[in-house]
């Protein structure tokens, strides 16, 4: 069983920066795929990020691309999103997600799951 805790999240202006940290306990984290995803009001869930199980892959949703960056600490436990730029439409709850599966990360019913950490964006 795999415990996964969000954190990093708070209010931020347009243009600022923050950085997410999803740490995770009961299991290594080197041995899955993590990825992010976020919810707004009113709307579904949304890809954000992923990053390979090794590192070595990494994808991003069209809307953060060139602005968000996700990688894993030297710890291998964490896996970080530093999201830059950004914007009002950013604000959402970000969570967490890991699974044995890099390519349909976040659709298993055995995936994992934290339980978010609210990022706002004031314009």
């Known amino acids: 069983q795999v415990q996964l805790i969000e954190s990093g999240g708070g209010l931020v202006q347009a243009g600022g920066s923050l950085r997410l940290s999803c740490t995770a306990s009961?299991?290594?984290?080197?041995?899955?795929?993590v990825g992010w995803f976020r919810q707004a009001p009113g709307k579904e869930r949304e890809f954000v990020a992923s990053?390979?199980?090794?590192?070595?892959?990494?994808y991003y949703g069209n809307s953060v691309l060139g602005r968000f960056t996700i990688s894993r600490g030297n710890g291998k436990n964490t896996v970080y999103l530093q999201m830059n730029g950004l914007k009002p439409d950013d604000t959402a709850i970000y969570y967490c997600?890991?699974?044995?599966?890099?390519?349909?990360?976040?659709?298993?019913?055995?995936?994992?799951w934290g339980q978010g950490t609210q990022v706002t964006v004031s314009s």
């Open positions: 997600a890991a699974s044995t599966s890099y390519w349909t990360l976040g659709q298993n019913d055995e995936d994992y």
């Open positions: 990053i390979s199980r090794n590192g070595a892959n990494r």
């Open positions: 009961g299991r290594t984290f080197s041995s899955l795929n």
